[in-house]
């Protein structure tokens, strides 16, 4: 067998059978070729480097009895 990231068409039938399309015979190996294409920036993407960031906007509890 080839690279193990390689997209086999029983993958791509599975994902075609989860969205609900139908892809005709003829152009499995087209779509497969696309597809994997378009999903290896994705498999070789390493989430364990990618740096956690906190979320833009902290919420604090309203405090109780007001500054007047």
């Not at 599975?14 to 087209?30: F, H, K, P, S, W």
């Not at 480097?49 to 919420?59: G, L, Y």
């Amino acid at each position: 067998m080839g690279d193990p990231q390689e997209l086999t068409l029983e993958e791509l039938r599975e994902r075609m059978r989860a969205a609900g399309v139908t892809i005709a015979d003829n152009r499995l190996a087209m779509v497969r070729k696309l597809l994997a294409d378009a999903l290896a920036p994705v498999r070789a993407l390493d989430s364990r480097t990618i740096r956690t960031v906190e979320p833009a906007v902290k919420f604090a509890p309203a405090r109780e009895g007001g500054d007047e």
